[in-house]
T-cell receptor, first 114, second 113 residues
Framework: EPEVTQTPSHQVTQMGQEVILRCVPI?????FYWYRQILGQKVEFLVS????????KSEIFDDQFSVERPDGSNFTLKIRSTKLEDSAMYFC????????????FGQGTRLTVV | GENVEQHPSTLSVQEGDSAVIKCTYSDSASNYFPWYKQELGKRPQLIID?????GEKKDQRIAVTLNKTAKHFSLHITETQPEDSAVYFC????????????FGTGTQLKVEL
């Protein structure tokens, strides 16, 4: 069964450093998302991406965040200058249609900012 | 934007009992309502979903009901087992933009022997 793959599974970084979280979506998916989950809290939407551009972003997704799909395969989330409060689990997700179908989640990247 | 509220935040039941988790949503345009189970340190896993043209859906021990008028939907788990212990999240889609999922705050379900 195809699945969404995220790397790394765990990333530790120093405050102020840049991090790039990587995701390989399922091949026939067209809509891509990043969500984050602070430990013990709910899953929060960050950004959606379709046709090589951002279709929607949340208030969390400020100018320190960016996404891209440079090679038509990997879907990346970059945080330019990490803050302590960026520590969370980051989930990539994808779906093949907007017609109310299931969103498939990756296993997540745990980001720890120290 | 959409706001999803979920209750209770924790739920403890005896094995074999039923568990009910309730959610309300605010955006009347939302039309897809999935439920996710999340075990510690793992990804959310879809367990059941319901579309707005359906009032109820059942899959073995799990059922979901939707009341569009009242804007609430519920998850029902019957004959609970210890392996049902996890955090459960409801969610709703926004029909604008990229159809993001708006999640509820989660319910920690504990099934005791």
């Amino acid at each position: 069964e195809p699945e969404v793959t995220q790397t790394p599974s765990h990333q530790v970084t120093q405050m102020g450093q840049e991090v790039i979280l990587r995701c390989v979506p399922i091949s026939n998916h067209l809509y891509f998302y990043w969500y984050r989950q602070i430990l013990g809290q709910k899953v929060e939407f960050l950004v959606s991406f379709y046709n090589n551009e951002i279709s929607e972003k949340s208030e969390i997704f400020d100018d320190q965040f960016s996404v891209e799909r440079p090679d038509g395969s990997n879907f990346t989330l970059k945080i330019r200058s990490t803050k302590l409060e960026d520590s969370a689990m980051y989930f990539c997700a994808g779906r093949d249609s907007l017609l109310n179908t299931e969103a498939f989640f990756g296993q997540g990247t745990r980001l720890t900012v120290v | 934007g959409e706001n999803v509220e979920q209750h209770p935040s924790t739920l403890s039941v005896q094995e074999g009992d039923s568990a009910v988790i309730k959610c309300t949503y605010s955006d009347s345009a939302s039309n897809y309502f999935p439920w996710y189970k999340q075990e510690l340190g793992k990804r959310p896993q879809l367990i059941i979903d319901i579309r707005s043209n359906v009032g109820e859906k059942k899959d073995q021990r799990i059922a979901v009901t939707l009341n569009k008028t009242a804007k609430h939907f519920s998850l029902h788990i019957t004959e609970t087992q210890p392996e049902d212990s996890a955090v459960y999240f409801c969610a709703a889609t926004s029909t604008g933009g990229g159809n993001k999922l708006t999640f509820g705050t989660g319910t920690q379900l504990k099934v005791e022997l």
